[in-house]
């Protein structure tokens, strides 16, 4: 690791800090995270069954652990509906920070795909009602989401594309759709990894860096627990891709978090 400057600042855009992984942990790793430099994490959210979990912690460490409302495509089944009202109760009740982590995933399963698209169409209206960003989910799904978001273009959307793998093209037509970023983690440290090439041609003012934590944990650590402290190991990666000081990737970064999450 390059010597970094102790006044650079990380945000992390995307750690499921809650998560069961970090059970009886998340303070040790909240503080691994600022003695990294880290001193922001966005917490997506999932369902029902992890909120509670979500905003305990987030109020643990008010001004460092950021929580968002969403419902996670994955989480859609049956009780779809059950889960959206869940969710839409709790938009009052507690100061959130974004709609998300929301989407459409294909990878896992197309079984409730139309009750997918639906709920995700559901909560991008809420978020442009709220005046809130979203983190949207895309896997095996750019096309579809790109379509919805045409149709949505009325609702004047910015938000994250987390954990981004598409091509430059696709970010550029994202550009004409909304005010959008990419979120970059640990898969650009990945040895085929072909975002290490498409984000030479992103440029900087639209990268958010982010963990998912505990999942996707960059090298030298893949193969255990991803944690907010790891985001510099991902900043190292895309200094070097773009041939820029880990200061400059850690300054953009931070200044495009706060302004999307207006933090």
Same mark, same amino acid.
């Given at each position: ?27 040790? *790793? ?22 509670? *979990? ?69 909560? =991008? ?6 005046? =809130? ?116 990737? *850690? ?13």
């Amino acid at each position: 690791m390059q010597d970094i400057h102790h006044t650079v600042e990380f945000i992390d855009t995307h750690s499921h800090l809650y998560d069961e992984a970090f059970t009886s942990e998340e303070d040790l *790793a909240v503080s691994r995270a600022l003695e990294a430099g880290v001193t922001k994490m966005i917490l997506p959210d999932i369902d029902a069954s992890t909120r509670d *979990a979500m905003f305990l912690l987030a109020e643990r460490h008010p001004n460092i652990l950021y929580p968002t409302l969403g419902l996670h495509p994955t989480s859609v089944s049956t009780n779809w509906r059950e889960e959206m009202d869940a969710m839409e109760k709790e938009v009052g009740k507690h100061k959130i920070w974004a709609i998300g982590e929301i989407g459409i995933d294909c990878y896992w399963s197309k079984e409730f795909l139309e009750q997918q698209k639906e709920t995700f169409r559901i909560q =991008l209206e809420i978020a442009s009602k709220s005046d =809130l960003p979203v983190i949207i989910h895309s896997r095996e799904s750019t096309e579809l989401i790109i379509n919805i978001l045409k149709d949505c273009k009325h609702l004047n959307l910015r938000g994250v594309f987390h954990a981004y793998s598409g091509s430059v093209e696709t970010f550029r037509e994202l550009q004409k759709l909304g005010d959008w970023y990419i979120g970059i983690g640990g898969v650009l440290t990945y040895k085929k990894a072909s975002i290490a090439e498409t984000v030479k041609d992103i440029p900087l003012e639209r990268i958010l860096l982010e963990t998912d934590s505990p999942y996707l944990t960059p090298v030298p650590h893949r193969g255990k627990r991803n944690e907010s402290s790891y985001i510099p190991h991902i900043a190292e990666k895309l200094a070097i891709q773009k041939d820029i000081g880990i200061e400059k990737v *850690a300054d953009t970064t931070t200044q495009n978090a706060q302004r999307l999450f207006r933090l």
